[in-house]
C-alpha cells in the first residue's frame, strides 16, 4: 500500500513540476494569442523585440532589456525586428539591415538608439541614415549602397507583411515564442512587461 501511495506522490510531483504557470496575467488582457504555431526557432524560446532606432519609447527600454538578458534562462534567444511602419522607421531599418549585411551590426546596435535620439527628426533620407552610421566608424556610402539594395528590399517586405500578423502597430513590442504578443498597452511598466515576458516563458516551457 506505502508503494501505491508513493508511487502516486511521485505522479503528482511529476506532473506539478510542467504544470501551467499561474499568476495574474491573463490573455486577451495582459497578452494575446498572435499564432498558434509554434516558433521557427529550433534553439529554444525565442522572444522579439519589434523596435525602432527612432522610437524615444525604445531608447528608454533598452537598459530594462539589458537587464532582463543578463537573468534570462539559457534556452531563451532573444531576437530583433525593425518596424516599419513609418517613413523614418523604414529608414532605420534599413540601417539595421544593412549593418547586419556587412557584419556590423554587433558594432552598431546599441548604439544607433542614443545617435538616433540625438538626431531625432534629422534622417529624412538614405544620405542622411549613411551620415548617421558614418559617425560609427561605418562607410557611410557602402551603408547607402547595401540599404538600397534587392535582398534588403526583400527584408523589408518581409517585414512588412509580418507586422500585421503579429499585431504589431506600436514599438517597443514583444512576441514570446512566435505566439503570443505582449500587451504593453495594458500595463503600467517595464517590470510589468518582463514579469508578463518571463510568464510566458513558463508557459511554453510548461507546454513543452
Given at each position: 500500500m506505502r508503494t501505491i501511495l508513493a508511487a502516486i506522490a511521485l505522479i503528482t510531483l511529476s506532473a506539478?513540476?510542467?504544470?501551467?504557470?499561474?499568476?495574474?496575467?491573463?490573455?486577451?488582457?495582459?497578452?494575446?494569442?498572435?499564432?498558434?504555431?509554434?516558433?521557427?526557432?529550433?534553439?529554444?524560446?525565442?522572444?522579439?523585440?519589434?523596435?525602432?532606432?527612432?522610437?524615444?519609447?525604445?531608447?528608454?527600454?533598452?537598459?530594462?532589456?539589458?537587464?532582463?538578458?543578463?537573468?534570462?534562462?539559457?534556452?531563451?534567444?532573444?531576437?530583433?525586428?525593425?518596424?516599419?511602419?513609418?517613413?523614418?522607421?523604414?529608414?532605420?531599418a534599413r540601417g539595421y539591415y544593412a549593418a547586419e549585411s556587412i557584419g556590423l551590426l554587433a558594432q552598431t546596435h546599441e548604439r544607433m538608439f542614443a545617435l538616433a535620439e540625438a538626431s531625432h527628426g534629422k534622417v529624412r533620407n538614405i544620405d542622411d541614415l549613411a551620415g548617421l552610421y558614418a559617425e560609427l566608424g561605418v562607410d557611410?556610402?557602402?551603408?547607402?549602397?547595401?540599404?538600397?539594395?534587392?535582398a534588403v528590399d526583400m527584408r523589408i517586405r518581409e517585414v512588412n507583411q509580418r507586422l500585421p500578423k503579429l499585431k504589431v502597430s506600436f514599438t517597443p513590442s514583444f512576441i514570446v515564442a512566435g505566439k503570443y504578443r505582449v500587451k504593453n498597452e495594458a500595463l503600467h511598466s517595464p517590470a510589468e512587461i518582463f514579469a508578463v515576458i518571463d510568464f510566458l516563458i513558463a508557459k511554453e516551457r510548461a507546454e513543452h
Amino acid at each position: 500500500m506505502r508503494t501505491i501511495l508513493a508511487a502516486i506522490a511521485l505522479i503528482t510531483l511529476s506532473a506539478g513540476a510542467f504544470a501551467q504557470p499561474t499568476g495574474q496575467f491573463v490573455e486577451g488582457t495582459h497578452y494575446e494569442r498572435v499564432s498558434d504555431a509554434p516558433s521557427a526557432n529550433t534553439d529554444g524560446i525565442e522572444v522579439l523585440e519589434v523596435f525602432s532606432y527612432g522610437c524615444p519609447h525604445c531608447v528608454s527600454m533598452q537598459p530594462h532589456l539589458k537587464a532582463w538578458l543578463a537573468s534570462k534562462p539559457a534556452q531563451v534567444k532573444l531576437n530583433h525586428m525593425p518596424a516599419t511602419f513609418r517613413p523614418d522607421f523604414e529608414l532605420y531599418a534599413r540601417g539595421y539591415y544593412a549593418a547586419e549585411s556587412i557584419g556590423l551590426l554587433a558594432q552598431t546596435h546599441e548604439r544607433m538608439f542614443a545617435l538616433a535620439e540625438a538626431s531625432h527628426g534629422k534622417v529624412r533620407n538614405i544620405d542622411d541614415l549613411a551620415g548617421l552610421y558614418a559617425e560609427l566608424g561605418v562607410d557611410g556610402e557602402k551603408l547607402k549602397a547595401v540599404g538600397k539594395s534587392f535582398a534588403v528590399d526583400m527584408r523589408i517586405r518581409e517585414v512588412n507583411q509580418r507586422l500585421p500578423k503579429l499585431k504589431v502597430s506600436f514599438t517597443p513590442s514583444f512576441i514570446v515564442a512566435g505566439k503570443y504578443r505582449v500587451k504593453n498597452e495594458a500595463l503600467h511598466s517595464p517590470a510589468e512587461i518582463f514579469a508578463v515576458i518571463d510568464f510566458l516563458i513558463a508557459k511554453e516551457r510548461a507546454e513543452h
